[in-house]
Every structure is written in structure tokens, then in C-alpha cells.
């Protein structure tokens, strides 16, 4: 099985200053037949499933704002959270969607300072 | 639009069974790869079991041999038998649709849509 493994586990930023959450991977999930990683990021609110934010480990989902972005590749991967607003408070999440079976890091629960 | 909505979930005994049940509409359930992911109180995502649009199933070994994953074409909905359960099967579960194919034609193994999620508690 794939582990993913988050870090920090919490942080506390300023507003209007850059989240940074750091996801890696105990294997590639870089698929070589398309060169893409199988990388996506979530975003949970208190009482609402999670929500898409980034796939591909970069690419992100319509409609998501262009404060969030993705990066990294192989088993480092990073989400960058940018100019942070109040309504970023939320778990975030990493996945690999590789191979199953399909693992989520710890979660990285992120505060406003 | 697509939606995603679960039922059956309750409070159970230890060794019980429980089958939870997902209402797809917006789409069709038997051209999308669905799986069902799970979140105790106060913790972490836990994805449980998929099935594929092709029928292939897979799932997490803390279920395997006690879930079943199984979809019913002509209701649109897609199940999990879940038996022999224990008190760490305790969550809330979602039932959730993968993110179909991106522009380049790549399938996307992820979660798209979820449902609100059905909880499920085992105790005595």
C-alpha cells in the first residue's frame, strides 16, 4: 500500500500571507504511461465532505480559486495556499489515486494566526 | 447536476450488518467507477471500496471479507453490504463518484462528487 504522510499535521498563518502543506508518498505515483502524477488535494470544511481542489498534482479543479496551487512530482508534492483568506479554514488532504488501494494523508488542519 | 445521496446508516451491534445504500442522479451509475470512503468522528479519510464501471471491485483490507460493494443499474444506485461489524467500522460514510476523464482523455481515480454521507455507529 501507498502511505501518505502529511506535514504539518496543523498550522497557524496570518491572513494574506502563503499556507504551505507538504504531502509525500511512500512510492511514485507518477503514472509513466502519461507522465502524470496520480496526486489530488481536498479541502474539508466542518459538517461538509471534502472538496476537490487539485488533480494531476497541479492542475486545478473548475471554479477553485487561483490561490490555491499544486506541485511537486515522483513523492514530494506540495499545496500552496496564497494571499489566505478566513474562508480557507479547513482540513486539507492529500490522495494518490495510482493504485488501490486509494490512500489519503493524515490531514493538515489549517488556522488562521 | 449530479448528486449523491446515502442511506441506511444506524446505530448497530457489534457483529451486526448493516447494507447502506447511495442514490445517484445527474448521471449513471454503471459509467463511473464509485467508491465509498469513510471518516470516524474527529479523524482522517478512509477510502473503503470501489467498483469500477466495468463491475471490478476492490477494497481496503480492514473490510475485505466482511463489506460487499454491489450497484443496482436500473435504480441508479450502488450499495455496501457491510457484516461482522465492529466498533471501529464507526464513521460517517460517503459515498463519493470518481472525476470521469480530464481533457486528455486520462481516466481520473479520484473523488469528484460526494454525497452528504450516512453515519454508521457500533456499539452495544
Known amino acids: 500500500d501507498i502511505v501518505m504522510t502529511q506535514s504539518p499535521d496543523s498550522l497557524a498563518v496570518s491572513l494574506g500571507e502563503t499556507a504551505t502543506i507538504n504531502c509525500k508518498s511512500s512510492q511514485s505515483v507518477l503514472y509513466s504511461s502519461n507522465n502524470k502524477n496520480s496526486l489530488a488535494w481536498y479541502q474539508q470544511k466542518p459538517g461538509q465532505p471534502p472538496k476537490v481542489l487539485i488533480y494531476?498534482?497541479?492542475t486545478r479543479e473548475s471554479g477553485v480559486p487561483d490561490r490555491f496551487s499544486g506541485s511537486g512530482s515522483g513523492t514530494d508534492f506540495t499545496l500552496t495556499i496564497s494571499s489566505l483568506q478566513a474562508e480557507d479554514v479547513a482540513v486539507y488532504y492529500c490522495?494518490?489515486?495510482?493504485?488501490?488501494?486509494?490512500?489519503f494523508g493524515q490531514g493538515t488542519k489549517l488556522e488562521i494566526k | 447536476e449530479v448528486q449523491l445521496v446515502e442511506s441506511g446508516g444506524g446505530l448497530i451491534q457489534p457483529g451486526g450488518s448493516l447494507r447502506l445504500s447511495c442514490a445517484a442522479s445527474g448521471f449513471t451509475v454503471s459509467s463511473n467507477h464509485m467508491s465509498w470512503v469513510r471518516q470516524a468522528p474527529g479523524k482522517g479519510l478512509e477510502w473503503v471500496s470501489v467498483i469500477y464501471s466495468g463491475g471490478a471491485t476492490y477494497y481496503a483490507d480492514s473490510v475485505k471479507g466482511r463489506f460487499t460493494i454491489s450497484r443496482d443499474n436500473s435504480k441508479n444506485t450502488m450499495y455496501v453490504q457491510m457484516n461482522s461489524l465492529r466498533a471501529d467500522d464507526t464513521a460517517l460514510y460517503y459515498c463519493a463518484r470518481d472525476g470521469g476523464y480530464d481533457g486528455s482523455g486520462d481516466r481520473l481515480h479520484l473523488f469528484r462528487y460526494w454525497g452528504q454521507g450516512t453515519p454508521v455507529t457500533v456499539s452495544s
Open positions: 490522495q494518490q489515486y495510482y493504485s488501490t488501494p486509494y490512500t
Open positions: 494531476w498534482a497541479s
